[in-house]
């Protein structure tokens, strides 16, 4: 069998669906799982609501665009007449009223976060299932909330492998014989039922999910663009696709903040030497990138770019020098406050770090180590991480920037610039 995920962009309306549904047609000849995200920008929309509804304000006219955007795909794809979805969506909805205004000092943010937010997954999916069907592709609508077990940190929950590759394995195979299985990306559920989401853009990680307990033969994620390029093509003119690349390689470019895969998402693929594709929605038979276990000799230069980016120094102001217990007194505080550090760098008198911008916990941070050190920092910098580099990659991206930190070494080069 085989898993396939589609992300937002590939369902962003009437006609990508269609062409999904053309994708799925093409590749009915093995069991297939199908993976599908919130439709466009739908979370982000979902997210917004939540927030208006939690500033005590009205967020009625923004679930009436959401109903309306979804309308008008239903519409479009000839689905309006369709009794079951309508009775389905109807449905939803108020469970997205009942969530919103669940929210009290019992239930948080993030616990109403994900009974809403992962609405937009349950919706898309509702859709594309209905389409599928109406278009003569028998489908099967699997609730990922129901399969996919997981701790109770919502917003950020851990998957329980144990019981999610039990569930899998007895609800979904017995399903695949019937066609396709569509289900949602980024949504589970805890021990007692209540709605968890993986964080966000966790669905690449859900097809990893679903892929590992099926064992299945192959994964591939329909994208935007033509496969894994060597730099993001929103922010440099010229990329070079990668025909292949080890699992290592890209489970690094995702640490160092490539975005193009959810970084969660390779681990359990390499574990169980599960290939994974990446290619083109656009352009569905072109090769795109695989990525397994291989060696792929000089590997052209990966360029990635982290934005907003705050270096932060620690001084020693009394002659003395930075020594271990400094150190440790600075990383305590970066662990209680759940900081990730992008860089560091240490000199005879300062520490030095790189995180992302956050001027809440970077204020908590100073008032936590003031009477240590003195403390200084620039918030708003970049930091490109170039892997594999080559001279003539860091002198072109490097002109004209003034350049904050640089550190290299043998196969990576970094820098922060402003
Ligand atoms: N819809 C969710 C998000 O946009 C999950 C995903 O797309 O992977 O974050
Ligand atoms: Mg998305």
């Avoid at 439709?39 to 982000?44: A, G, Q, R």
């Avoid at 129901?146 to 998957?159: G, M, P």
């Avoid at 990383?331 to 550090?341: A, G, S």
Wanted: charged share 20%; net charge neutral; proline share 4%.
């Amino acid at each position: 069998m085989k898993v396939f995920k589609f992300g937002g962009a590939s369902v962003k309306d009437a006609g990508s669906v269609r062409n999904m549904s053309n994708i799925i047609r093409q590749h009915l000849s093995s069991p297939l799982v199908v993976v599908v995200s919130a439709m466009d920008k739908m979370t982000n929309a979902f997210e917004a609501i939540l927030a208006t509804t939690m500033s005590g304000d009205d967020s009625s006219a923004q679930i009436e665009a959401v109903k309306a955007f979804h309308k008008n795909i239903i519409k479009d794809l000839g689905l309006q007449t369709n009794p079951d979805l309508n009775e389905d969506l109807d449905q939803i909805y108020e469970q997205l009223i009942h969530g919103l205004n669940s929210y009290s000092s019992t239930f948080g943010y993030d616990f109403v976060y994900d009974q809403t937010v992962s609405l937009a997954e349950v919706i898309s999916t509702k859709i594309v299932a209905a389409h599928l069907n109406q278009s003569e592709v028998p489908c099967t609508w699997v609730d990922a909330r129901k399969v996919v077990k997981t701790n109770d940190d919502h917003r950020q929950a851990l998957v329980d492998w144990g019981a999610t590759q039990a569930m899998i394995k007895s609800q979904v195979n017995p399903l695949l014989a019937k066609g396709p299985v569509i289900t949602q990306g980024f949504i589970g559920s805890n021990a007692k039922y209540n709605t968890t989401t993986l964080g966000r853009e966790g669905s690449d990680f859900s097809a990893a999910i679903f892929a590992t307990s099926l064992k299945a033969k192959a994964i591939t994620i329909w994208k935007d663009v033509p496969g894994i390029l060597n730099a993001d093509p929103k922010k440099f003119n010229s990329t070079v696709l990668y025909p292949k690349l080890p699992y290592k390689e890209v489970a690094e470019m995702t640490y160092y903040g490539a975005s193009v895969i959810h970084p969660k998402t390779i681990k359990p693929l390499a574990q169980n030497g599960i290939p994974l594709y990446v290619k083109s929605f656009q352009e569905p038979s072109a090769e795109g990138t695989s990525i397994e276990e291989c060696v792929v000799p000089n590997l052209h230069p990966a360029i990635i770019l982290k934005e907003k980016q705050t270096v932060m120094s620690f001084k020693i102001s009394d002659f003395s020098f930075i020594n271990e217990g400094h150190i440790l007194s600075i990383f305590e505080n970066i662990k209680r406050l759940n900081l990730t550090i992008n860089l560091m760098q240490n000199s005879a008198i300062s520490f030095t770090i790189c995180m992302d911008d956050n001027p809440l916990k970077r204020e908590q941070l100073q008032t936590a180590l003031s009477d240590l050190f003195s403390i200084y920092y620039n918030e708003g910098l970049s930091l490109i991480t170039v892997k594999n580099y080559n001279q003539a990659t860091i002198e072109e991206l490097m002109k004209n920037r003034e350049i904050i930190i640089e550190q290299r070494s043998r196969n990576n080069f970094q820098v922060v610039f402003r």
